[in-house]
């Protein structure tokens, strides 16, 4: 899997850091997994880790909650070292065909459970993070993110310019609803200009 930009990192990351996996079913649902239920019937996971060379609870970042909207790699990077200064992450990932994150797919993949398996990319970059599902372009979707971030410091997305507003969860629809919230866009050619809708997803954004 040399061919795959950065998968050596990860991999190694993997095998160094991560001791286990474990995995929970809408009966022991991650922190304010209930709020999904209340309109989509969720029958959502969490994915947790435990790092096996230092505690993450020690790190400057202890008591700051992450909200990654993200995905791909630029988001989940910039997370996945928020986590790592001690940040608690949730991860939220859009339901149905197409709006998980696509990593979940990349080779080469590892067995995370019965008759499941993951990129071991996926796993590397979100070990030590919560996640639930969420559908932001469902009718009630924009409400339940309204609720949940009340209770985060940060929220991290990825998305094209526009996108978040038209959801109804753009960066004034959310502070709106929690002043002090600090809102990060990530996008590969900036908010404006003549290639600010044109996707991008590299890691080595300047």
Sequence with gaps: YDGI???SYFLDFLKRYVNQFSYCSSTQPPTHA????EYNNDKGYCFQASFSEESINMGPLNGIRVLDLSRLLP???CTHLLTRLGATVTKIEGKGSGQADYVRDLPPQIRVGPNRKHGAMFEALHAGKQGLSLDLKHENGASVLKKLVKNFDVVVEGNRPGVMERLGVGFDDLRRENAGLIYCSLTGYGQDGPW???AGHDVNYM
Excluded at 34 to 37: H, N, P
Aim: charged content about 10%; aromatic content about 0%.
């Design 34 to 37: 209930t709020l999904c239920t």
């Design 196 to 198: 600010a809708q044109r």
């Design 5 to 7: 930009p950065g998968i």
């Design 75 to 77: 988001g989940p990077v």
